[in-house]
């Protein structure tokens, strides 16, 4: 039996990748051939389904290029410790709060906090696969993914921390907190 959560067919791969028509499935198969995902397993039988990682497919899929994609974020440092997951959210991060060097001086200043950026991230990295909220949902829907991005943050959280003192540790020049910015990092 599989996790729903954990293990994704093609056909829902491409619904998740935002692929419609009668070769979504297709579509969804070469796009992670691309990306070098394979499946995990595939189910007994002549016509066994195959299953690929969910987590796999969310973390290519947050570094595709596409549609908003920002070639200033494609070579950003990478932190010792810290696994494509954890980098994929913070990618995400630095990218909605306006570019690496800002993000990562933030950061530096006030830490990893359940209620900034990474958190948000964190929270819809969690959840991305799951259709919107909608009225009447009720509130168990709503709690299944509080604790889905709870979990997925306090697992992520020992990495976070190794990037706050990367951050930390780096070196800034041309920010005052009378100007308010630009940062650039040193180095």
Partial sequence: ??????????????????YAGANAAGSARKQLS????????RAP???????????????????????GYRSDLKNLARVDGVTERTTAIIERAREAY?????????????????EGQLHNEASIFANEHLPMVQPG???ESILRRRERALALWEEILPELKLYEAACRAAE??????????????IG
């Fill in 98 to 114: 306006g570019g690496v060097d800002a993000f990562d001086h933030y950061t530096a200043i006030h830490g990893v906090d359940r």
């Fill in 172 to 185: 800034w020049r041309g920010w005052s907190r009378e100007s308010g910015g630009p940062v650039r990092r």
């Fill in 34 to 41: 691309k990306w070098g995902i394979s499946a995990t397993r």
């Fill in 1 to 18: 039996m599989r996790n729903e959560e954990t293990e994704w067919t093609a056909d829902e791969i491409a619904q998740y990748l935002g």
């Fill in 45 to 67: 039988g002549r016509g066994g389904v195959s299953y690929y990682s969910a987590e796999e497919v969310k973390v290519a899929n947050a570094r595709r290029r596409g549609q």
């Fill in 137 to 139: 949902d009720g509130t």
